[in-house]
């Protein structure tokens, strides 16, 4: 049915502030998506406050935006899109029942496809309901048994509820698929440790092997010395307005993290990824392929750094981690308090890196294998992203400033 004069108004209105956001203009989008939903006839609102979901969603506020998507739904409940949208949302506000509630409906509207379950397993197992989640990830995989992420998923709910063997099952099947991923090879490392499966473990956490120390020195044309440089790296760190305290989602505890500091104009970082570079490749060169080994046995042919700051001050550290978005990781220490006692002997060793100890699971029963390392200014450690590691609470008075980072696998 052909649209009327004011409907082709009102459509090209809406295209109209759809490129305003896609120019970046959110503000411009925003005020005139609003206006339009207050006069707009009852065919478009659907449409708008889909945009305007959109627009909240870049804004960060997810309460408005699953308000839009709610709206929408009311509008036109048959729409699959509406439903998947706002299933997102609330997954990403950590709303799950809310989250879960529109998975489901998505299920009844797409039904015998994989990813509405797969997404709705992921809803139940953010709500912390692992055995209903293991049962909706087996549904998944009865029709996509090759689905991309749904045998790591499996693997985490797994471990969740004590089933080491299948969670180590689960990891190699995702292994086989994708070989060298790196969510699977640590859930992987968590199930073989309470197997007892030790040599099995060391083969793939091969602390020896795999974490590499280098002592870097700057280009003294930057800078005339290591102590100038890492003041430097240190006081940009302390200063950068993205600096946050515990930032959400994060493992930093009764510490500050920044944003993203490796695109920064700042010579200390610019020259800090250089020698990043240098060790890398020197960590590559010790390391060459090793088709016997499931790590090794993948080398990503390019990557991108993210590279962040973490300041510590008393008790401050990281609990036990991964990082599953990198292929190698490492950390820089640019300032360390002199009460860390950073002696290779010393019994003391809080404030210290430590490798081996998986995060702690409900039914976890397994005293972990592990290994630190000193924190040195000016030393550099590099190691499998794969690698759980955290690092030991410590008492002082001045603050421990390090630059984490990710070698990011380019497709």
């Known amino acids: 049915m052909p649209q009327s004069r004011a409907e082709r108004k009102f459509r090209r209105r809406i295209d109209e502030a759809?490129?305003?956001?896609?120019?970046?203009?959110v503000d411009g989008a925003k005020k005139s998506l609003e206006t339009l939903l207050a006069k707009s006839p009852t065919i478009f609102r659907h449409e708008v406050h889909h945009h305007l979901a959109s627009i909240a969603r870049e804004l960060g506020d997810g309460e408005?935006?699953?308000?839009?998507l709610g709206r929408a739904a009311k509008l036109q409940p048959n729409d699959p899109e509406t439903w998947l949208k706002l299933g997102i949302v609330s997954l990403e506000s950590q709303s799950f029942e809310a989250s879960a509630d529109a998975f489901e409906r998505l299920v009844q509207l797409v039904p015998n496809n994989a990813e509405p379950l797969v997404f709705l397993a992921s809803a139940l197992q953010g709500n912390e309901k692992f055995a209903e989640a293991i049962s909706v990830y087996e549904q998944a995989l009865a029709l996509e048994p090759n689905h991309p992420s749904v045998w790591t998923n499996l693997a985490g709910s797994f471990l969740q509820v004590g089933r080491w063997q299948d969670a180590c099952d689960a990891?190699?099947?995702?292994?086989?698929?994708?070989?060298?991923?790196?969510?699977?090879?640590?859930l992987k490392s968590v199930a073989l440790q309470e197997l007892g499966s030790t040599d099995a473990w060391r083969e793939i956490v091969d602390l020896d092997r795999l974490v590499g120390r280098f002592d870097i020195t700057p280009d003294t044309a930057?800078?005339?010395?290591?102590?100038?440089?890492?003041?430097?790296?240190?006081d940009y760190c302390k200063g950068h307005p993205s600096l946050a305290y515990e930032p959400s989602n994060n493992?930093?505890?009764?510490?500050?993290?920044?944003?993203?500091?490796?695109?920064?104009?700042?010579k200390a970082v610019t020259v800090l990824l250089s020698c990043i570079d240098a060790c890398v490749q020197q960590y590559l060169e010790a390391r060459p392929v090793d088709l016997t080994h499931?790590?090794?046995?993948?080398?990503?042919?390019g990557w991108d750094y993210y590279l962040w700051g973490t300041v510590l001050g008393a008790q401050g550290h990281q609990v036990s981690h991964v990082h599953p978005d990198g292929w190698l990781s490492g950390v820089y220490y640019a300032a360390v308090?002199?009460?860390i006692d950073n002696d290779p002997k010393a019994e003391n060793r809080n404030g210290w890196i430590e490798f081996g100890r998986s995060q702690a699971y409900p039914k976890s029963k397994a005293v972990p294998e592990t290994k630190t390392f000193e924190p040195i200014e000016g030393r550099l450690y590099l190691f499998p992203s794969y690698f759980y590691h955290r690092t030991i609470p410590f008492e002082s008075d001045k603050k421990r400033v390090s630059l984490a980072f990710d070698l990011m696998p380019r497709a």
């Open 64 to 68: 408005s935006a699953i308000a839009h």
């Open 251 to 266: 493992t930093t505890t009764l510490g500050w993290q920044t944003s993203d500091l490796a695109h920064d104009d700042e």
């Open 337 to 339: 308090p002199p009460s």
């Open 18 to 25: 759809a490129q305003l956001f896609g120019a970046g203009d």
């Open 171 to 186: 990891a190699n099947r995702q292994i086989a698929l994708r070989p060298g991923h790196i969510g699977a090879l640590s």
């Open 222 to 234: 930057q800078f005339p010395d290591l102590q100038t440089f890492n003041h430097a790296l240190a």
């Open 294 to 301: 499931p790590y090794l046995s993948q080398r990503p042919t």
